[in-house]
């Protein structure tokens, strides 16, 4: 459900600095927001955050005006702080062999649009109906797989 950003109050967290926010946006910016926040609803059409202050701020910073978010009914002070709780703590970065294989099913990817720019139209594959970009560089399928 969209709710408006400006009707979800934030009450103290547990996570008092929150990092990254920029990287985020734009990440939103570029595939939408993937996961909704998690909301509490209030008296008077007003909602607490329960989980979700990055991607909240993230959207503020986008400018946007609305949010996705899964509403819960009322929740006692303890149920809220253990949400979240859970939703930091269950957070765990890629193991090295994680990102080694994110890596190789980039390559793969890569590797197959490269192939279909190749037959669209020789050695760029470029031509009026494909996007421009560093994707269509001569040898930056390796850069692209490294970021």
Do not use: C, W
Not at 17 to 38: F, M, Q, T
Not at 41 to 57: F, I, N, S
Not at 98 to 112: F, N, T
Request: glycine share 8%.
């Amino acid at each position: 459900m969209k709710i408006g950003i400006g009707m979800i109050r934030v009450t103290e967290r547990i996570r008092k600095e929150i990092n990254k926010v920029d990287e985020l946006a734009a990440n939103i910016r570029a595939h939408g927001l993937i996961s909704p926040i998690a909301v509490m609803r209030l008296d008077g059409g007003e909602y607490q955050l329960l989980a979700g202050l990055r991607r909240l701020r993230a959207m503020e910073l986008n400018g946007e005006t609305e949010i996705d978010a899964k509403v819960f009914s009322s929740i006692n002070a303890e149920d809220a702080l253990r949400f979240e709780h859970s939703e930091n703590i269950q957070r765990e970065p890629f193991t090295y062999s994680e990102k080694m294989d994110y890596s190789r099913l980039i390559e793969e990817i890569e590797a197959a649009k490269a192939i279909e720019r190749k037959a669209a139209g020789g050695k760029g594959g470029l031509k009026e109906d494909v996007a421009s970009g560093p994707h269509l560089e001569k040898g930056r399928r390796r850069d692209i797989v490294a970021a």
